[in-house]
Nanobody, 123 residues
Framework: VQLQAPGGGLVQAGGSLRLSCAAS????????VGWCRQAPGKEREWVAG????????YYLPSVKDRFTVSGDNAKNTVYLQIDSLKPEDTAVYYC?????????????????WGQGTQVTVSS
C-alpha cells in the first residue's frame, strides 16, 4: 500500500489550501482515511476522517468549521480542504488508512501512512 500526499506549502493566515492523498496497492473497501497533523514539539493528532467512498465524514470539533474532507473513488484519492488558515494550523500533515472504519481518532489505529507534507501558515 502506498499513500502519496503532495499539496502542502506556505500560506498566509486567512488563506486556503487543499491537500490530496492518492492511495494504491490494494482495494480499500471498508477502510477509512484519516488526516493527522503534527506540530513541532507536539504529539500527532487526528483531525478529520472519511470512509472509503466519501459518503461519511468525521472531524475534530475544533476544526470542523474550517476543514472539509472528501473522497474521489474513481481516482483513489482523498482531499483535505482547509479554509481560514491560522498560524496554529502549521504542522506536518499526514494521511493514513485504517481498516477499522470511520470514527477512529487515535493515530495508533492507522496501519498505513503517507510521507507527510509541511503546511506553514504565516501571520
Amino acid at each position: 500500500v502506498q499513500l502519496q500526499a503532495p499539496g502542502g506549502g506556505l500560506v498566509q493566515a486567512g488563506g486556503s489550501l487543499r491537500l490530496s492523498c492518492a492511495a494504491s496497492g490494494r482495494t480499500f473497501s471498508g477502510y477509512a482515511v484519516g488526516w493527522c497533523r503534527q506540530a513541532p514539539g507536539k504529539e500527532r493528532e487526528w483531525v478529520a476522517g472519511v470512509n472509503w467512498g466519501g459518503s461519511s465524514t468525521y472531524y475534530l470539533p475544533s476544526v470542523k468549521d474550517r476543514f472539509t474532507v472528501s473522497g474521489d473513488n474513481a481516482k483513489n484519492t482523498v482531499y483535505l480542504q482547509i479554509d481560514s488558515l491560522k498560524p496554529e494550523d502549521t504542522a506536518v500533515y499526514y494521511c493514513a488508512l485504517t481498516p477499522y472504519g470511520l470514527g477512529h481518532v487515535k493515530p495508533s489505529e492507522y496501519d498505513y501512512w503517507g510521507q507527510g507534507t509541511q503546511v506553514t501558515v504565516s501571520s
